[in-house]
């Protein structure tokens, strides 16, 4: 393998340091089988491999005929992914003001952080202009001061929310009708609670679902219908605690079923002992709470896959569909060639890339980027961003460099506009600058985000205290939002247990979560959600019932293991010391099928 020069003494300069494993080496070829680096984080050591060498030299830019080699990383896959999330707040909105027009806003961003922020209308048009905050490269600052400083001058939207109808109170998403506090979404209607989610109809308190109606309480489930309390579940129907099931209806309390009808805790039933057990289980709490104790007690039994994958070849990781050559990936849907990615579709020969929204091509270190990414490196926040680096809040631009809140620019540094000669000479002298003060390679320091690490999805990946995160480099928010009005506040305890009882004016109180003690409120179509579906009011805060579902779900991290019947190695995101029984690929299929 033919590697860059700079990256070749880069590894002889600290390869006794790192304990680079050489093979043989001569002034222009390395065979190098990896490299062992210690995180300057976290201090554990990783491997750079071959492979990862191979792909930083082919995404190194090359401007004006002359490429810009890459360093390996000198953090690990999970504190690089730790940095990037830990710019991504998912889940709070606030009620804040436009700068520009003074109007009452949603905001990803709270009213107590220093950042123009402007409505979503309002920064699309030509009346945000981020141009007018541009500025000169300063060759004696580092460029992520510069950054910093470019980050509070320029005005930055208030929520990525677009093509959406009567639907507000939704971050990161697109295209959806009637939804209310659904994260990372596209093409739903009446969707209430959820998280990650796709072109689902009347969905609530919903994860990672795709293409499901009427579904409560469900994670990870694809082509369902009136499914409650579920995960793992394809085609499903009228059913109830269920996992890893596909295709079954009129099922409850079953595990690792495939084309049932009628079950019960994996019992088969005739249609009338079903019907008549449901009558019970609907009338009786007890009979409900004992039912749940069981298919746990099922659940833990039951055959694991040694990963949640469909139709994939060659891949590592979990949760993922139809990709190819993904290592190491998580929440990953028809991709190829990529690593230490998660929750990312359609991206091809990428890595260290969170949260992508198809299709895009060739990006390393980046977050939340999504439609037509191109060979763009270390940004954050970009919709169809091309051809860029160092880059936050950008959209549809292409050739900028540490630019922040622009949309539809060419050939600009810091904001500010250059011929695209003036721009191929100037880039190439920052990334040196940048190599000197060893930022060059490197993602934003998680100093410069603009949300506080507790408001991030960081924290619920790699928890933290407040000084553990401060003293870590994060930065930290103490803000609470004003309690809002209500006519009356009741404990979740006093609710009556039958939605037959809760009145039409429930809507204007709030109820104080069972756990947390934390007021929430109930939105009109959720209630009707409850009363079409016979479901009791939620006693817990939607922020503790998303824990919950999340708890559900393994770690994004891998062990190595032994197939429980076949003794093969695998590579599983359940750890050896779990007791769940995990198979093979090969060994589950024959059990299952």
């Known amino acids: 393998m033919r590697i860059p020069t700079s990256i070749l003494l880069f590894i002889l300069k600290n390869s006794i340091q790192d304990n680079a494993f050489i093979i043989q080496s001569d002034s222009t070829i390395l065979h190098l089988h ?10 554990k050591t990783f491997q750079i491999t071959e492979d990862d060498l191979s792909f930083l030299e082919k995404l190194s830019p090359v401007i004006a005929g002359t490429k810009h080699p890459l360093p390996p990383p000198t953090l690990c896959p999970d504190c690089r992914q730790q940095r990037r999330l830990s710019f991504r707040n998912e889940r709070n909105l606030y009620k804040s003001r436009c700068a520009f027009s003074g109007k009452t806003i949603v905001s990803a961003y709270s009213p107590d952080k220093r950042y123009k922020v402007y409505a979503n209308d309002i920064w699309w048009s030509d009346k945000c202009q981020g141009n007018d905050v541009g500025r000169d490269f300063d060759p004696r600052k580092p460029v992520f001061r510069q950054i910093r400083d470019l980050l509070a001058a320029a005005p930055l939207i208030n929520l990525l929310n677009t093509g959406s109808d009567n639907s507000e109170y939704t971050l990161n998403a697109v295209h959806n009708k009637d939804c209310y506090m659904v994260f990372c979404a596209s093409y739903n209607e009446e969707c209430v609670h959820c998280y990650w989610l796709q072109n689902s109809i009347r969905c609530v308190d919903c994860t990672s679902i795709r293409k499901c109606e009427l579904c409560f309480d469900c994670v990870d489930c694809f082509r369902c219908y009136e499914l409650l309390h579920s995960q793992e579940c394809i085609n499903c129907s009228s059913g109830m605690l269920l996992w890893d099931c596909v295709g079954c209806t009129d099922c409850v309390g079953c595990t690792n079923l495939r084309n049932k009808s009628f079950c019960w805790l994996n019992e088969q039933l005739t249609k009338e002992q079903f019907r008549n057990r449901m009558k019970t289980l609907e ?20 055959i694991h896959p040694w990963s949640f994958q469909r139709m994939n070849e060659n891949c590592t990781g979990n949760y993922i569909v139809e990709s190819k050559q993904c290592h190491t990936c998580f929440d990953t849907r ?39 990414a191109y060979r763009s490196l270390f940004c954050a926040y970009g919709y169809g961003l091309k051809e860029s680096l160092y880059c936050y809040n950008c959209h549809f631009c292409e050739h900028c460099f540490g630019c922040v809140s622009l949309h539809r620019q060419k050939y600009c540094i810091f904001n500010k506009q250059y011929s695209e000669k003036e721009y191929t000479n100037l880039v190439p002298k920052i990334i040196e600058y940048m190599r000197k003060t060893g930022e060059w390679g490197e993602f934003f320091p998680a100093s410069l985000s603009p949300f506080g690490y507790n408001e991030t999805v960081a924290s619920e990946y790699f928890p933290l205290t407040k000084k553990e995160a401060t003293g870590g480099g994060f930065t930290w928010s103490d803000y609470e939002p004003p309690t809002p009005h209500v006519d009356r506040v009741i404990p979740a305890e006093k609710l009556p247990i039958s939605i037959e009882e809760i009145p039409d004016d429930i809507t204007n109180w709030a109820i104080e979560c069972k756990a947390t003690k934390k007021p929430f409120r109930i ?45 093969e190695p695998i590579a599983t995101s359940y750890s050896p010391d779990r007791p769940e029984t995990v198979y093979c690929e090969k060994c589950y299929l024959a059990e299952v099928y």
């Open 34 to 43: 990896f490299m062992n680096r210690s995180c300057k984080h976290c201090r």
């Open 523 to 567: 939105v009109r179509q959720e209630l009707e959600f409850y009363r079409d579906l016979k479901l009791p009011i939620p006693r817990l805060h939607p922020d503790e019932r998303h824990l919950k579902r999340m708890a559900l779900r393994n770690p994004r991290k891998l062990w190595n293991r032994e197939c429980a019947k076949c003794k």
């Open 334 to 372: 028809q991709c190829e060639d990529c690593a230490y990615c998660e929750h990312i579709a359609d991206v091809k020969e990428s890595r260290d890339v969170s949260f992508f929204g198809l299709p895009g091509e060739l990006l390393y270190e980046c977050t939340n980027l999504g439609i037509g």
């Open 283 to 302: 009338t009786t709490e007890g009979e409900l709470a004992r039912m749940r104790q069981e298919f746990t007690t099922l659940k833990r039994r039951a």
